[in-house]
């Protein structure tokens, strides 16, 4: 990530460096030569990390000042993004920067979050303990009743700034934005805003509101939905705690309301402010550290309604997360604040110590997991990050699957959002042995309702009443370059049926038929992966329905390998694909 130009660089430096006092310009100057020099991993922590330091130890203030300075020399991002940025992320950064060392395992782990310049480093054991061992077999049978359906909605990501008519092409990461026709000076506009959305843009309430309100339209008659997270939009430079607050509110009011029906929510990486900020309750008891509580306090009341008292108890005092046994079922949905084990939740680099369980979040799935166990329950495990994805940390990703795979004959599905594509994970009792016997749990990936990474979507499951597998995965969407979808509206149409789409191959490939019974567990989805691996128009199709169509990347040779190995890995450890971009903005 050195600048483009050094020699732009070297000029800039000077004209910038003049106007400093003396003492700060040798920091801001030994920044720089940083940036510079930071290559790779070691460099990182030879040559990036003491001068960040030594700036963190002369106060949150003064860092935030440097680091926007250094943001804007280095032209990392706009002027208002620079400083929008680091006068919120600041002072997480620098908290973090005093607390550890740079030649430690917290040091890398900050390298590769924060500037993508180191790999995770190598998982640090640990055993989570179980009350009890595992019983063996599942009692779980279907005797072939019709299913149910079930609604998950995610990473609607509602801009309440979205201006119909202000320009989709900006040089931010999102547009959308700005109030042009008031403006004295008249601005071209390349690309209007519509009044359904725009593929540079986050959500516009229009559409948020055409997504609750299809089901009533298309007849789709589910038990209960699911919200898998990020509900706030994503111009994280200007966000803020109340627009926080009152974004998520109006969310819940509105999904309460035009939805009609029970929902499981779940809490995203940016429904904090700043975005992805959820320090650990340790840390929280210093003054200086913004608490993510109000976020549980506001999810704790507008959820309530939802969810009940006891896991509104629960949302307030465990982190965001809770646990409900569904009225009329035998299934014990349990949602996690997946934040805790995310990487780019800087508050977690604060301490040399490696903490395995922040806010005991673990220990509250393998109650809730042992509960469901001694209660003859199936269990679902619904949260924003799926575990196998680069940017979930590879020790919590570690202790996380060991607990997948002590309570694999409970847990029936898990549910996550946060990548925007339609996708999926599967974990496995031998990673080292990836077969369709050792598959074991699978993650469902649903599509987001922001149109930037495709087009906006929804799923919904069929679901086996004895079992609680997922028999289908059928995706709606509505198409964003339809032309009537900005004049009258998105038209939310099924895109396809997983069963009827993927069922024939895999049964193709392994000479069975899928019998109607017959879940898409992990086995179903582990073979699909090896008709991926062998059947590249098979393949080709997946890579188009990920993002319903709407922004189809090319896929192949070294690609494919990586994206089979992706959906092989709900362990992170595991995945061959890492994040490697800056990732403060
Ligand atoms: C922080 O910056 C202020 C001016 O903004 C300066 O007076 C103070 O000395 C700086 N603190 C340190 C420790 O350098
Ligand atoms: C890190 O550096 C300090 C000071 O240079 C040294 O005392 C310590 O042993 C080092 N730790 C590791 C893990 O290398
Ligand atoms: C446009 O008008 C609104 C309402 O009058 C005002 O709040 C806003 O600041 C104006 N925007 C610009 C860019 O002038
Ligand atoms: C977007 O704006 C830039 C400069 O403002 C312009 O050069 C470019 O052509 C525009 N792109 C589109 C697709 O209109
Ligand atoms: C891999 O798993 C399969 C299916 O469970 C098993 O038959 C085989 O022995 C395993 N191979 C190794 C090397 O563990
Ligand atoms: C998935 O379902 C098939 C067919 O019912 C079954 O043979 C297989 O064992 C199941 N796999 C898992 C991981 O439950
Ligand atoms: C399926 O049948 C075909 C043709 O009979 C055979 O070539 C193939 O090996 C079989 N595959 C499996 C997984 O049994
Ligand atoms: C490969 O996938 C395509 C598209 O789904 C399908 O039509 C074709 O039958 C598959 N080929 C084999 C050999 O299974
Ligand atoms: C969306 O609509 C456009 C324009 O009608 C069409 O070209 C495109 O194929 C459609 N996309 C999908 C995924 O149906």
């Keep these: ?10 000029l800039l430096l000077l004209s910038i460096v003049i106007v400093l006092d003396t003492c700060r310009a040798d920091l801001f100057t030994d920044i720089i030569t940083g940036f510079e020099g930071a290559t790779d991993c070691s460099s990182c922590q030879s040559v990036l990390l003491p001068p960040l330091q030594t700036l963190a130890n002369q106060g949150d203030a003064n860092f935030t000042v440097t680091m926007t300075e250094v943001c804007e020399a280095l032209q990392l991002a706009d002027v208002e993004v ?58 779980f049978i279907s005797r072939g009743r019709p299913p149910f359906q079930v609604l998950h909605i995610s990473d609607v990501h509602i ?43 986050d959500s516009p309430v229009s559409l948020s509101r055409s997504l609750l309100g299809a089901m009533n339209v298309i007849g789709i008659d589910a038990k209960f939905s699911i919200f898998t997270g990020d509900v706030v939009e994503r111009a994280t430079w200007s966000v803020d705690r109340s627009e926080v607050m009152s974004d998520l509110v109006d969310w819940n009011e509105e999904m309460t309301k035009l939805l009609d ?4 929510p779940a809490l995203g990486n940016h429904d904090s402010a700043p975005v992805n900020s959820f320090p650990r309750k340790i840390s929280a008891t210093n003054p200086n550290i913004t608490s993510a509580q109000f976020v549980f306090d506001t999810q704790s009341a507008g959820w309530e309604g939802l969810i009940g008292q006891v896991a509104a108890n629960q949302v307030e005092h465990d982190s965001g997360s809770y646990s409900v046994v569904h009225p009329g079922t035998n299934l014990r949905i349990i949602s996690m604040n997946t934040q805790y084990w995310y990487i780019q939740n800087y508050w977690l680099y604060d301490t040399d110590e490696q903490i395995p369980d922040p806010n005991g979040l673990f220990a509250f799935l393998v109650y809730q997991l042992q509960e469901a166990e001694e209660e003859g329950q199936r269990a679902w495990i619904i949260g924003h990050i799926p575990s196998g994805k680069a940017d979930f940390p590879h020790d919590q990703s570690n202790y996380y699957d060991q607990i997948i795979q002590r309570y694999k004959n409970t847990i029936s599905a898990q549910f996550a959002g946060h990548s925007h594509v339609d996708e999926f994970q599967i974990a496995y009792s031998d990673y080292n042995n990836q077969t369709a016997k050792t598959a074991d749990s699978v993650i469902f990936v649903g599509p987001a309702l922001t149109p930037q990474s495709g087009n906006p979507a929804f799923k919904l499951y069929d679901i086996d009443p004895d079992t609680y597998e997922v028999l289908d995965a059928k995706v709606f969407m509505a198409n964003i370059t339809d032309p009537t979808f900005q004049t009258s509206g998105p038209t939310w149409e099924l895109y396809y049926s997983a069963r009827d789409s993927y069922g024939p191959l895999v049964s193709a490939f392994t000479n069975t038929t899928l019998s109607p019974a017959d879940p898409l567990n992990a086995s179903f989805w582990h073979v699909l992966t090896e008709v991926f691996a062998s059947n590249g128009t098979a393949f080709q199709e997946w890579n188009t329905r990920k993002s319903r169509g709407g922004s189809v990347g090319s896929c192949t040779g070294s690609c494919v390998t990586n994206s089979v190995c992706d959906m092989r890995a709900a362990r992170s450890e595991n995945n061959c694909v890492s994040s490697h971009f800056l990732c403060v903005f």
């Design 1 to 10: 990530m050195g600048p483009s130009s050094s020699k732009f660089f070297s």
């Design 82 to 139: 620079c400083s929008g940025t680091f006068s919120r992320t600041g002072l997480i950064l620098s908290h973090g920067l005093r607390g550890f060392s740079p030649n430690g395992t917290t040091a890398v782990k900050f390298c590769n979050a924060v500037f993508g310049l180191c790999q995770q480093p190598p998982v640090t054991p640990f055993h989570v303990s179980f009350p009890k061992p595992a019983p063996s077999g599942t009692k």
């Design 159 to 201: 801009d309440r700034f979205y201006t119909v008519g202000a320009d989709g092409n900006c040089s931010e990461s999102i547009c959308c934005r700005d109030p042009v026709s008031n403006m004295s000076v008249p601005v071209a506009v390349s690309d209007p805003a519509g009044p359904f959305g725009n593929t540079n843009c």
């Design 261 to 264: 029906m029970p929902i499981y």
